[in-house]
Every structure is written in structure tokens, then in C-alpha cells.
């Protein structure tokens, strides 16, 4: 396939719109039955502008509605990210966005729905929050309990340039009283060259402990400046504490949060049932994300991640699991187990699951070559000398993208029995790495059809492999119950 031609195939169990540009999910929240998605979106075309908020439902995380626009942008004025609440025992969502004007100055504006999120009426008094300046934006809105059972509202907001996320509270959701501010954080050489975005902060129990709870500063950098860094955006995280008022972080510096080139703006959905904390980020770069050959479309949801911490080598750290459908339909299959004395080669749809479990004292080194009908392949290998896993996408059809796209991922690990958990969309690949110790989710380009996995190891050890096909379905977000075992020949 030449590489000027490629154009990705649609994901089948993933978010995409029908058509055009779409970046950060926006407004996560569960109401009335329904997990609601509003994400920024170009309703006139497949690239960046005329921000707007999109909307889709699910009723599972699984299959999604698309519906029309929920928040159209206007002469003057785009609306860019921010988050919904819903309040608890009445109809009425809220929410808050940045209102991004023309003249460049942003501020935290508010909309109300008592339809269930499908019609808004925005605040006339908009903008509710305005500090006068060029980089405040991305409203996160959440709830705190005080000491005295007093129930308040936070908002945090970043000042994106300074690398700062700035706290708020109120009581009516109306008038916002400034708190305190947390950063900025890392080397000073980031001032200018790094920029803070999309903040999200979230209570977890330590190993399911309530009586140990930490708080989870979710942060999204970009690089910016005349030179930026290749690399492009991430995401990171902070664990620490949280009195209402003011974040104290625990860490002395970011964590990287996915070790992939394409995970962006990873924010939870409020109002989840039983309080759990279910991200979804936006699987794309900014380096690149303009370049990305798909049409009509442009831009993809990740697989919702459910957050949790567990303590490992003595320090609690965040596990991000796949949706529950993933993991039942993976625990259905049956598994094989294969001594890879030689290399082994499975034919997968190119929209898969694939799990294996294996023993690096045993394997040695292993590593999985995914190849499809384009001239690009993906290598996955590990290495218990190093206590590295590494994922490179390379190959013609990758370098004609763009300069930053061929790339290689690494994750430090130890030496012990591993579990790679593998999500294979068309042009989406996430993977979950010993029950979601690390993921690492990378934009891919092996072609619209088939793709061969080829296994291999320098020691005949044991491998467990589990692999599940999607079938193709008319419903762009639809994962059927189809389920196979795999043989590997």
C-alpha cells in the first residue's frame, strides 16, 4: 500500500464521530441511566476549529449515540474544555467550559440542562469566572465533604502557561471564591517550552481501603514554543492530599501516567455509579494530530480505564483496568498454552483482544511483531535484562505521517511472570500491563485488513495466550458477543 494513500480504518469499539475533527472528552458525566461524552469538536470540518462541544451517550461503555451539538460555537467565541455535575436529587446538569474569545482572552463560563444534557441554556451572566487573562482554562468541577458534613463544590482550572492549577470553591455553583494554587513543577527550563492542561483530581483508597485516602492530580502537558519537543503532549499524575483548600503532593515531580505516544486530556465522568473513577482520554498527539490520514473522521476515544491505587514497592500507585466488558469477554475465551521452542504466528481481524501471561526466567526475551497490508509493523518486546518493555511503530507508512509519528515506547518492569493485556482497534492500540500497573497507548498503522502477531523468545518457556475477535458490525461502537480461542500454528 503506498504510504500517500493510507487512510486508517475506522475503529469499531471506540468512540469516533461519523465525521470530522474531535480532541479532549469534555463533560463526563453519568445521569439518568446514560454515561454521557462531550468532547471538543469541529462541526464544519476534519481539522482543528470552530470549537464546539459534541455529544454521545452509552448505556455500557460499550455502545455509543452520536447526537447533535450540544455547544455550538459562535462569532467570537469557541467554547473549549470543561466538565458537567450533575446535582444530586434534581434534574439539572451543569456545565462549566471555557469560553475562548476572540481577542484571546479566556474565562470560565456556565450552561444548565433539565432535559438530561441534550438542550443547554447558557448563564447570561457568562463569563462566571474571569482572571483577564490569555490561558485559564479547562474547568474541572467536583465535590468535597468538609469536616463539619458541610458539602461544597471545587473548582480547579489551570493558568495553562504557568504550569498552575488554580482552586476555587462555592456553595451555588454561582459565585466562586479563589482558594489557592498548585505549581508549577518540574525544571525551571519548562517555563516557555511546556504548558499545563485539562486537570482533574480525584479521592482513591489505597489497596480499597477507605480509612488510607489519597487524592489524584491528573495533569495533561503539551510542549509548545519555537522549539518544541518532539515528543508532544502526555499525561501525568500526582498523589497527595487534598483539605478542601489547597493540594500538597507527596511526590517531588510528575508521573507519567501512560507510557504511549497517543493519550491526551484523560478525564473521569462525575455522578459514577457505586463512586467509581472512570477515565477516558483522547487518543492522539499534539505533535501530530493534524497529520493523522483518516476521513471523514479525525480523532478517537480511548477504551474508558477504571482508576484505582495499589501499594507497590511500599508507595501507592495508580492502576488504570480496562471496561468491564473487555475483561468478561476475555475471561470467556478459553486459553492455550504454547512452548514457543519456535516462533509462532496468529491471524487477527484488526479489531482484537490479546492476552498473554508468561514467565521472563523462562521466555528470555520475548517479543510480538504485529504486521498488517500496510508497509509499517509494530514490535513489542521485553526484556528481562533490562526490565524493559519497548514498543516501536516504524516502517515507510509510518515515516510519511509526519517526522514525530515513528516512535519508540518504553516501560520499565521487573523480571517477574508479566500479563499484557493487548486492545487492537484499527488504527488504536492500548496496552495494559500486569493488571494495569502501566499502559502505553500508541496510534497505529498496519492497514485496514487482517493482521499477523508473530511470538517469539530466545528460551522455549511457556507462553498462555488468549485472543478474542470483534467482528465488523454496522454499528461504529459495537464490540459483539462473538468469542473465539486462538491456536497459534
Excluded at 74 to 101: C, H, N, R
Excluded at 202 to 218: A, F
Excluded at 287 to 299: C, E, F, K, L, Q
Aim: hydrophobic share 40%.
Amino acid at each position: 500500500m503506498p504510504s500517500h494513500n493510507y487512510v486508517m480504518p475506522r475503529p469499531t469499539f471506540h468512540f469516533t464521530p461519523q465525521r470530522n475533527w474531535i480532541n479532549d472528552p469534555n463533560g463526563l458525566v453519568h445521569h439518568g441511566g446514560l454515561w454521557h461524552l462531550f468532547y471538543q469538536y469541529n462541526p464544519e470540518g476534519p481539522d482543528w476549529g470552530n470549537m464546539s462541544w459534541g455529544h454521545a451517550t452509552s448505556t455500557d461503555l460499550q455502545h455509543w449515540s452520536e447526537h447533535p451539538v450540544a455547544l455550538p460555537y459562535s462569532d467570537g467565541e469557541q467554547i473549549y474544555s470543561g466538565s458537567i455535575v450533575a446535582t444530586q436529587g434534581e434534574p439539572q446538569l451543569t456545565a462549566f467550559y471555557t469560553s475562548a474569545f476572540s481577542n484571546g482572552r479566556q474565562a470560565q463560563s456556565k450552561a444548565t440542562s433539565i432535559d438530561g444534557g441534550f438542550t443547554w441554556e447558557q448563564d447570561p451572566h457568562n463569563p462566571v469566572l474571569d482572571r483577564g487573562t490569555n490561558a485559564f482554562r479547562d474547568p474541572k468541577v467536583i465535590r468535597y465533604a468538609d469536616a463539619d458534613g458541610t458539602d461544597r463544590w471545587v473548582l480547579l482550572a489551570v493558568e495553562a502557561e504557568d504550569r498552575q492549577v488554580l482552586f476555587y470553591s462555592s456553595t451555588d455553583l454561582s459565585n466562586w471564591e479563589y482558594r489557592s494554587s498548585f505549581g508549577p513543577l518540574g525544571p525551571e527550563q519548562d517555563a516557555g517550552q511546556l504548558v499545563w492542561e485539562c486537570p482533574d483530581l480525584i479521592p482513591l483508597p489505597v489497596d480499597g481501603d477507605p480509612e488510607n485516602l489519597r487524592w489524584v492530580l491528573l495533569i495533561s502537558t503539551n510542549a509548545v514554543g519555537e522549539d518544541p519537543d518532539p515528543e508532544g503532549s502526555s499525561m501525568s499524575y500526582l498523589i497527595g492530599d487534598f483539605d478542601g483548600t489547597s493540594f500538597t503532593t507527596e511526590s517531588t515531580g510528575l508521573t507519567r501516567l501512560d507510557h504511549g505516544r497517543d493519550f491526551y486530556a484523560g478525564v473521569t465522568f462525575d455522578n459514577a455509579p457505586a463512586n467509581e473513577k472512570i477515565m477516558l482520554g483522547w487518543m492522539s498527539n499534539w505533535a501530530y494530530a493534524g497529520d493523522i490520514p483518516s476521513a471523514p473522521w479525525r480523532g478517537a476515544m480511548s477504551l474508558p480505564r477504571r482508576l484505582s491505587l495499589r501499594t507497590i514497592d511500599g508507595f501507592p500507585r495508580l492502576l488504570q483496568r480496562p471496561p468491564e466488558f473487555i475483561l468478561e469477554q476475555i475471561a470467556a475465551v478459553p486459553a492455550g498454552r504454547f512452548e514457543l521452542a519456535q516462533a509462532a504466528e496468529v491471524v487477527l481481524s484488526g479489531h482484537s483482544l490479546l492476552e498473554l501471561h508468561w514467565d521472563p526466567a523462562a521466555t528470555g526475551r520475548l517479543s510480538l511483531k504485529l504486521q498488517g497490508d500496510s508497509d509499517a509493523s509494530v514490535d513489542i518486546e521485553h526484556s528481562p535484562d533490562t526490565g524493559a518493555l519497548r514498543i516501536t511503530r516504524h516502517g515507510a507508512a509510518v515515516e510519511a505521517i509526519h517526522a514525530a509519528f515513528p516512535s519508540t515506547s518504553t516501560i520499565a518492569m521487573d523480571a517477574a511472570p508479566v500479563q499484557l493485556l493487548l486492545s487492537l482497534d484499527g488504527p488504536l492500540l492500548e496496552l495494559f500491563i500486569n493488571d494495569g500497573e502501566a499502559t502505553a497507548s500508541n496510534l497505529i498503522v498496519l492497514g485496514a485488513g487482517a493482521v499477523t502477531a508473530r511470538l517469539d523468545s530466545d528460551l522455549p518457556g511457556c507462553v498462555t495466550v488468549t485472543t478474542f475477535d470483534v467482528p465488523a458490525s454496522d454499528n461504529l461502537s459495537a464490540l459483539s458477543s462473538a468469542r473465539s480461542a486462538t491456536t497459534l500454528v
